[in-house]
């Protein structure tokens, strides 16, 4: 039987726990327990419970470690921050020889290669908290940001390439026929009663997400014998001869001019109201005009003569 004094000083050097020993060894601490912050030290056949600390459990990067006790047999628990692994044992324990067991580590959450239907990623890292950017194939449109970012449940925030959609082409004054609006549709535009179109009926859906060149649809102006109107629907043209005349916007008084010299016999003037657009052909003279009671040059109103040759 080998001599107690060299087995415990043998056994201190390899950080053997004495309640492990035998009992011919252990003495007085066979089938004793101290008090879970003390060691069992065996004084022949009796026994005493000292106390062993180890002091603060190393730090493990990028992990808390809540402390509740630094004395021998104490577990204390590891856990890694968010977005990050644990590798090691979960838990540290204080040993007999004061010093704590294995350190784990914590390694950041690897996210994988990112994909994205309709498109691709341009990434480096793919680990937490680093960026990708996503890029569409031609006609379609990234919903949401372009930037995606690996998260700390190792999955990629979202993202999605959808197809292009110019949406509803807003024309005033108008309506679109068509089913759909998305890359490569096309639609006519179709102006409301007392509206003609300026540009191309039909526009198409463009990759960006815009419509090609969109048309006007601008007001038609009706002028029955001396008086231009608006084209609103409800004009009855009864059994008056109607010329029109597609103003882009009636801001021109040469326009109005010009169109009551063709179409006026007896032609002498107009009076152009520029908030209302209209024109009103004259075949009167300046002081008939004003002798019947109207008003001429108040601001708002443009009253133009030539003389008829």
């Known amino acids: 039987m080998p001599n107690l004094a060299t087995f415990e000083n043998s056994a201190r050097s390899i950080h053997s726990d004495i309640r492990d020993w035998p009992e011919e060894i252990a003495g007085g601490c066979y089938q004793h327990?101290?008090?879970?912050?003390?060691?069992?030290?065996?004084?022949?056949?009796?026994?005493?419970?000292?106390?062993?600390?180890?002091g603060l459990p190393p730090q493990v990067h990028l992990a808390?470690?809540?402390?509740?006790?630094?004395?021998?047999?104490?577990?204390?628990?590891?856990?890694?921050?968010?977005?990050?692994?644990?590798?090691?044992?979960?838990?540290?324990r204080?040993?007999?020889?004061?010093?704590?067991?294995?350190?784990?580590?914590?390694?950041?959450?690897?996210?994988?290669?990112?994909?994205?239907?309709?498109g691709f990623v341009e990434s480096g890292m793919t680990t937490y908290g680093n960026t990708a950017d996503v890029f569409c194939d031609f006609g379609y449109l990234v919903n949401g940001t372009n930037a995606i970012i690996c998260q700390t449940n190792g999955v990629w925030s979202d993202a999605e390439c959808i197809v292009a959609d110019c949406g509803d082409p807003e024309v005033d004054n108008s309506v679109y026929v068509g089913d759909n609006t998305s890359y490569g549709a096309q639609v006519d535009?179709?102006?409301?009663?007392?509206?003609?179109?300026?540009g191309m009926r039909t526009i198409q859906c463009q990759a960006t997400g815009n419509w090609s060149t969109k048309p006007q649809c601008v007001i038609v102006v009706i002028c029955i014998d001396d008086v231009c109107f608006r084209a609103y629907s409800g004009i009855m043209m009864s059994s008056y001869t109607a010329f029109t005349y597609d103003f882009t916007v009636v801001s021109t008084i040469n326009l109005c001019v010009q169109y009551c010299q063709t179409n006026l016999p007896g032609y002498k003037g107009i009076n152009y109201n520029p908030l209302?657009?209209?024109?009103?052909?004259?075949?009167?003279?300046?002081?008939?005009?004003?002798?019947?009671g109207y008003s001429y040059g108040t601001g708002t109103n443009y009253d133009l003569y030539e003389p008829i040759s």
């Open 33 to 54: 327990d101290c008090p879970p912050d003390k060691m069992c030290y065996p004084i022949a056949t009796n026994f005493t419970c000292i106390s062993i600390d180890c």
């Open 276 to 292: 209302d657009d209209f024109c009103r052909c004259l075949s009167v003279s300046l002081e008939e005009y004003a002798n019947a």
């Open 64 to 92: 808390v470690i809540n402390t509740t006790s630094t004395f021998f047999g104490n577990n204390e628990t590891v856990e890694c921050l968010p977005g990050y692994i644990l590798y090691g044992p979960r838990t540290m």
């Open 189 to 198: 535009i179709i102006c409301d009663v007392g509206y003609n179109l300026d």
């Open 94 to 118: 204080c040993q007999a020889d004061k010093q704590w067991s294995e350190k784990p580590y914590c390694l950041p959450v690897n996210c994988g290669s990112p994909f994205v239907e309709n």
